[in-house]
Every structure is written in structure tokens, then in C-alpha cells.
């Protein structure tokens, strides 16, 4: 992924310059910009569109970050604030960050000096420097999907602690004992309130697992892939997974068939997620789910709230998930 840092390379500048030219600085020549222009041009990017100071001002933006907007999920939370932010006149600017740090870092401080409306964080995990950039930030934030313990603002999330309690109550309701929860990124805080939601409704129903762990890793169709290949060749060590979304499940269910596993027959498979690769191949997955594409909705209206009152306390937005039971979970003989 090219950045400011290459671009300023290209162009025989400071990483700076660059960035001044992209947020739009008085203190940039025309004839500097258009080195920049041109190295931009030369990587394969878009040059910078200049707008009069006039224009400038006029600008209603909001910007929304995502780790991966081909995620079905993520790709409807974003239609959702779209949709909602447009019919208000406002502009959707989507940054595909590919979870690189740096990237989000850049579009958040890019996203402050062309004075944005808001900033929405799709998939935020907590690190250091973000965390720094957040909160120096003067334009408000909302996250959406997860949050991140060290900055406070407003947060339209799943109740993933009430969806990991719900997922444990189901599966040991049909008789599992041996269960695997195939997460995705490790210090994510949906999968650490999942975990926690798993082992508090373990403990309330005075219920020992004979097996239980949890596999962190990226949320793919290839992962799921090699997961379920694992599990083959070891026998297939669980009665159910708990599986923290589609690509993942999709990928797990297709390689264990492969292997001739039957599912539910040899395994059940209950899914975090409920986005249309559930039915892939007859798979007909179990899920926990909620719509996010009102997620989104919520999001953009949260946001607005922020901007018409600045001072009122941040809001926590926890949106209850629901069961959809399919054919992927099967009831344990003599439960």
C-alpha cells in the first residue's frame, strides 16, 4: 500500500510537504504541488484534487474506516451509514485500511485537518499510537463493531458478551461438552466479551467443559480452510465450533467435508455472523446475528447526536443479537 512517505520520496520532498499538500495548506507552492501531483500520478494514484479556499469551507465529510470493506458485514454497517449520512446532505469518505496502522493513523489526522464532521471506526483494535491519535483528535468519533479500552467516546456495538452467553446456553443445551471457539483477532475486544459471555453462562449453569479453547487468527475463507484441515488430521477433537464469522465457518465447513466429516452429523458448527456465505454449498449455518446494516443506521445518528451536542456524555450502544437456528447444530443422543 503507497503512502505519504513514498509519495514524498518520489516527488523530492518532505513527508511534511506532502502532507500539507493533502490537507490543503496555504503554505504549499503551486509549483511543489504539482511535483506531488505528478509522483502520484507516477505510483498509479489519483492527484490531489485542489479546492478554492470557498470550496473548502462547503465540505461536509465524514470519515469511515474499515480493516476490510469486502467483509459482508463490514461492507452493509458502511451502506448503513451511507445511506443515513446522505439523506442528511453529508459525504462518506471510506478508507480500506487493511488493518495497517499507519494508514488509519494518517486518515484520522488528515480526517482533522480538512475539518471533517466525525470520524466512524468500523474495526479499531487497540495499539499505542492509535490510541494517541484518537485523543488528540477535535473531531468527534464513534466506533462501531468493537471499541477500544483506552479511548472513551461514544460506541454502537453487538452485545457480544449477551452473544457469547447465548452461543454457550445453545450448544450445551444439545449436549456439548467439547467445544472450540475459532475466533479472529486476538485482543479484538468482540472476541474478548465473547470469551467472557461463553464462561459466565458456564459458570451460572454450573457446567464443566470437557474441552474447550479458543484459536485467534484472520477473518478469511483460506484461515477457515486451514483450520478445519487441522482439526481433520486430528480427528476432529470438538462435538461443535463456535465460529466468530461467515468467511471463517464457510472455510472450516467446505475443508471438513472434504475430509468427509459430516456436518451436523460429525460436528456442529454455529456461527458469529449471518451474512448470505452461510448458505454456501447447503451449509444452512446456525447463527447469532444482528442487522448491520441498522447498525450503520444507528451509528450515523449516534454521530450526529455527538455534533449537535458536543458536551453530553458519550453513549455505549449495546444492540442485543438473536439466535437463528438452521441445520448446522445437532442435539447430542440421550440430552
Known amino acids: 500500500m503507497i503512502n505519504q512517505k513514498e509519495i514524498a520520496k518520489r516527488a523530492g520532498v518532505s513527508r511534511a510537504t ?40 462547503r465540505v461536509r465529510y465524514v470519515l469511515v474506516i474499515a480493516g476490510d470493506i469486502s467483509n459482508h458485514f463490514y461492507s452493509q454497517i458502511i451502506r448503513g451509514v451511507c445511506d443515513q449520512l446522505s439523506s442528511l446532505g453529508i459525504m462518506t469518505v471510506v478508507c480500506n485500511s487493511g488493518y ?22 468500523v474495526t479499531a483494535i487497540e495499539r499505542p499510537t492509535l490510541s494517541d491519535v484518537l485523543m488528540k483528535s477535535k473531531v468527534p468519533i464513534v466506533f462501531v463493531n468493537r471499541y477500544i479500552h483506552s479511548v472513551d467516546t461514544d460506541v454502537v456495538c453487538i452485545d457480544n458478551y449477551m452473544g457469547g452467553y447465548m452461543a454457550a446456553t445453545y450448544l450445551t443445551g444439545n449436549g456439548h461438552r467439547r467445544v472450540g471457539y475459532v475466533a479472529t483477532y486476538k485482543g479484538s475486544t468482540p472476541q474478548e466479551d465473547r470469551i467472557k459471555g461463553f464462561a459466565a453462562a458456564l459458570q451460572d449453569m454450573r457446567i ?16 477457515g480452510k486451514q483450520t478445519g484441515e487441522e482439526f481433520a488430521a486430528q480427528g476432529m477433537p470438538y462435538t461443535a465450533l463456535f465460529v466468530a464469522d461467515a468467511l471463517v465457518a464457510v472455510g472450516i465447513a467446505n475443508s471438513l467435508r472434504d475430509k468427509g466429516f459430516r456436518i451436523p452429523e460429525d460436528v456442529s458448527i454455529l456461527c458469529f455472523d449471518d451474512s448470505p456465505y452461510i448458505d454456501e454449498s ?33 453513549h455505549h450502544i449495546y444492540l442485543v443479537p438473536k439466535l437463528v437456528e438452521r441445520k448446522s447444530v445437532r442435539k447430542l443422543a440421550g440430552e
Do not use: C
Open 100 to 121: 495497517n496502522s499507519q494508514i488509519e493513523e494518517e486518515q484520522i489526522e488528515f480526517a482533522n485537518a480538512n475539518h471533517y464532521l466525525g470520524i466512524i471506526m
Open 18 to 57: 506532502v502532507s500539507r499538500a493533502f490537507t490543503q495548506s496555504a503554505n504549499i507552492s503551486p509549483k511543489t504541488l504539482a511535483k506531488i501531483q505528478d509522483a502520484m500520478v507516477s505510483l498509479g494514484l489519483e492527484p490531489i484534487v485542489w479546492l478554492a479556499n470557498g470550496e473548502r469551507s
Open 208 to 223: 464443566t467443559l470437557e474441552r474447550f479453547k479458543v484459536f485467534y487468527g484472520k477473518s478469511s475463507v483460506l484461515r
Open 282 to 314: 447447503g451449509l444452512d449455518l446456525s447463527t447469532i446475528q444482528y442487522d448491520p446494516y441498522a447498525m450503520g443506521q444507528t451509528t450515523a445518528n449516534t454521530l450526529i447526536q455527538r455534533m449537535n451536542a458536543p458536551n453530553n456524555d458519550v
